[in-house]
């Protein structure tokens, strides 16, 4: 039996939507999106974040899942089954790198929310009677033991998600978790426009200041955030598409990943800035929104035991559809390069990945005097991922698409055909993405 004919496939397009969807709704869309729409002025930002998933997001959405279906391989395979002995195999090993970084310090902020979701479900965080919910976020990420614990508990549920393999793992959980989270975010949204602030959160979120506009940093914080949130360049895409038959159709599929994963932000902007307003924090917080912010407001408001339970219920779950979504880049490189089983890949490659992370946790605390290039250990894995490899690897995917391969292929491996459509996202692919994604990529590392 060939490889081909072995290769796992996802058992239905919805299975296939709501894992690609999975992959992209995670802290990303929650965390990540909350304070950078609060730092960069709001309904600017969202009007200019919405023309970058439109006019770049989609159309790389597209070339990822196209180059995945094509050759039926992992993010490596693929450019080797597409263009071998070429130099675009390197995309693929960026995809591989930034798999194992990224996961490194995401399973790390992930398990401090499903500490979070535990101390809620057994009352509350215990910030005691001087300290207040700052002292407390520091306390628990300085610790040296307390972070790693609840790291290998996030790394052991993705893990075992991943070894259960493509359809009663991967699939099954996100046909759980998704619909389970898009309810979720859409009741918290609703109760949290009761809280008086809605009024100005609306605002916020949809009345643009017109003189933003006029400022840089909020076109590139924009198109750096579609790109973070919709998982480009790190080959979770190419690989969930790798597992999708020939007789799917992809245009729909990927405007589908587009819009829902969209959706899931913007509503969860719903849910979070009302309450910001509704007890007068500011809503450039930052990163620490989440964590100190959001808890002392919990505190405040009628119901704000349960409220803070399923956000960080939420937060968790999606913090996992998206783990799995990395883990499975690098075991599937591991399970056709070294002939390693599923079980096999996953739980060695999960190890390995935790044991990556644990520098990342500790460099809140007992290496907090480490720093590289001027940042601490987390930050500076996160530049490393978010601001060199994923740039790299999506510049590297549009140019491969644009120019690297034969235009009429592209075309029919798309779905577009030859058509209006077809033609204008090859353009995008051969001009405007490169040119936009090598700005975010100057400027993210000061040359521009």
């Known amino acids: 039996m060939s490889a081909l004919q072995q290769r796992e496939q996802w058992g239905s397009k919805i299975g296939f939507i709501l894992a690609a969807m999975g992959s992209a709704v995670g802290l990303g869309n929650i ?25 770049i997001g989609i159309p790389i959405l597209m070339a990822e899942f196209s180059i995945g279906r094509r ?7 693929s450019f080797e089954t597409i263009a071998p002995g070429k130099p675009w195999v390197l995309a ?8 194992f970084i990224i996961l490194s310090f995401y399973g790390v902020v992930a398990g401090w929310s499903l500490h979070y979701f535990t101390q809620y479900f057994t009352g509350g965080p215990a910030i005691g009677d001087a300290g207040g919910y700052g002292d407390y976020f520091g306390g628990f990420i300085t610790s040296p033991v307390q972070p790693l614990f609840w790291q290998f508990l996030f790394m052991a549920l993705t893990v075992g998600i991943v070894y259960g393999g493509v359809k009663k793992g991967i699939e099954m959980w996100n046909k759980i978790l998704m619909p389970g ?30 003189s933003a506009f006029g400022d840089p940093e909020v076109y590139l914080a924009a198109l750096g955030q579609a790109f973070f949130s ?42 979070i800035f009302p309450a910001v307003f509704a007890f007068g924090i500011s809503p450039d917080s930052g990163p620490g929104l989440v964590f100190i912010t959001l808890p002392e407001i919990f505190a405040e408001m009628t119901g704000g035991m349960i409220f803070g339970f399923l956000f960080f219920f939420l937060l968790s779950a999606a ?102 459509f077809g033609n204008l996202w090859v353009f995008i692919l051969r001009f405007v993405a490169p040119i936009l994604i090598l700005i975010v990529f100057l400027n993210a590392i000061g040359l521009f």
Request: aromatic fraction near 12%; hydrophobic fraction near 55%; charge should be negative.
């Open 31 to 55: 965390w990540r999106f909350s304070y950078v729409t609060g730092e960069s002025g709001g309904a600017a930002f969202l009007l200019i974040y919405l023309a970058c998933i439109i006019a």
């Open 71 to 77: 050759a039926q391989s992992d993010v490596v395979g």
């Open 92 to 99: 693929g090993f960026l995809g591989v790198a930034s798999a």
């Open 181 to 210: 989270l898009a309810l979720l975010v859409i009741g918290l949204a609703g109760y949290s426009l009761t809280l008086g602030g809605a009024g100005e959160a609306i605002t916020f979120l949809f009345a643009p200041d017109w």
């Open 230 to 271: 919709l998982s480009l360049g790190m080959g979770a895409l190419i690989t969930y598409g790798s597992y999708l038959s020939k007789e799917e159709k992809l245009p729909g599929a990927a405007v589908s990943v587009a819009t829902l994963d969209t959706l899931f932000a913007i509503i969860a902007g719903l849910m």
């Open 319 to 420: 913090a996992i559809t998206s783990g799995v979504s990395l883990l499975e880049v690098a075991v599937a490189y591991f399970m056709r390069r070294f002939s390693w089983s599923r079980k096999k890949a996953a739980v060695i490659i999960g190890g390995i990945i935790f044991v990556l992370g644990v520098p990342s946790s500790l460099g809140n605390g007992v290496l907090s005097h480490v720093t590289i290039g001027g940042l601490e250990i987390l930050d500076a894995a996160d530049f490393l991922a978010s601001n060199i490899f994923l740039p790299l690897g999506g510049l590297m995917i549009a140019l491969f698409v644009g120019w690297g391969w034969q235009k009429s292929d592209a075309l029919k491996e798309s779905d577009f055909g030859d058509t209006v």
